[in-house]
């Protein structure tokens, strides 16, 4: 009875097994059992559109993308890394020849603040220095007179001095975007946020002969004078 009960399990067995095979090895363009129909039939999901089931017709019903009207790109998990927390989103793509890139720069000098909140200047620079000095310095130096380490050491010259040249927020911005003779883009290293921030930051530490001090110091003189 034993031995009978043994047979029937392993026939049951290899039953079994062959029905898996022989579904598994069926043809791909109409499989006849399919366990894991989101696997078997992949989509590829635009984060910001609905998502649809690629295997039916009913929407899809997972609760995370039913609260986020049927788009799967989600909040950010809590606690994580915003990837543009400023949201400036106005840099399209880099000029694809030197009339377009020297037309942009042009534009750029006319740039006399930074779409960042003006509240917030103060912090700001502050973060700009520190991205300035970790970031640029070893060719700019940190006085910004373009005598960095890598220019003392022989292995890179013709940085210009900032005190010498005439730039705008907005220009040094478009430099560190797109790069200006043999310096590179920036892009990729600081993000658009970031490269205002520098920019506030060379604007307000090197080129400080553009802020109205001056006016101010005159002003004063005058009202001393006129008490004399």
């Given at each position: 009875?034993?031995?009978?009960?043994?047979?029937?399990?392993?026939?049951?067995?290899?039953?079994?097994?062959?029905?898996?095979?022989?579904?598994?090895?069926?043809?791909?363009?109409?499989?006849?059992?399919?366990?894991?129909?989101?696997?078997?039939?992949?989509?590829?999901?635009?984060?910001?559109?609905?998502?649809?089931?690629?295997?039916?017709?009913?929407?899809?019903?997972?609760?995370?993308?039913?609260?986020?009207?049927?788009?799967?790109?989600?909040?950010?998990?809590?606690?994580?890394?915003?990837?543009?927390?400023?949201?400036?989103?106005?840099?399209?793509?880099?000029?694809?020849?030197?009339?377009?890139?020297?037309?942009?720069?042009?534009?750029?000098?006319?740039?006399?603040?930074?779409?960042?909140?003006?509240?917030?200047?103060?912090?700001?620079?502050?973060?700009?220095?520190?991205?300035?000095?970790?970031?640029?310095?070893?060719c700019h130096g940190t006085g910004g007179d373009g005598q960095g380490p890598i220019v003392q050491s022989g292995a890179y010259s013709g940085v210009p001095n900032y005190?010498?040249?005439?730039?705008?927020?907005?220009?040094?911005?478009?430099?560190?975007?797109?790069?200006?003779?043999?310096?590179?883009?920036?892009?990729?290293?600081?993000?658009?946020?970031?490269?205002?921030?520098?920019?506030?930051?060379?604007?307000?530490?090197?080129?400080?002969?553009?802020?109205?001090?001056?006016?101010?110091?005159?002003?004063?003189?005058?009202?001393?004078?006129?008490?004399?």
């Amino acid at each position: 009875m034993l031995k009978m009960k043994k047979n029937v399990l392993k026939i049951t067995a290899i039953l079994g097994l062959t029905t898996v095979l022989l579904n598994s090895c069926g043809p791909n363009e109409n499989a006849p059992l399919v366990y894991f129909p989101d696997m078997y039939f992949p989509v590829a999901y635009d984060p910001l559109m609905k998502a649809q089931d690629a295997y039916s017709d009913h929407e899809n019903e997972i609760p995370a993308f039913v609260r986020n009207n049927g788009a799967t790109g989600l909040s950010p998990v809590e606690g994580s890394v915003a990837q543009n927390k400023d949201g400036i989103f106005e840099e399209g793509k880099l000029p694809k020849t030197p009339d377009e890139y020297n037309a942009g720069y042009d534009a750029s000098k006319a740039i006399s603040t930074s779409p960042l909140n003006p509240a917030n200047a103060a912090k700001d620079i502050e973060r700009g220095k520190m991205l300035f000095d970790r970031t640029c310095s070893a060719c700019h130096g940190t006085g910004g007179d373009g005598q960095g380490p890598i220019v003392q050491s022989g292995a890179y010259s013709g940085v210009p001095n900032y005190a010498d040249r005439e730039i705008t927020v907005g220009s040094v911005h478009y430099v560190l975007t797109n790069g200006r003779n043999a310096m590179g883009s920036y892009a990729g290293q600081l993000n658009p946020g970031d490269r205002w921030r520098v920019a506030m930051y060379v604007m307000s530490a090197f080129k400080k002969s553009a802020a109205p001090a001056p006016a101010a110091a005159t002003a004063t003189t005058e009202t001393t004078e006129t008490k004399k």
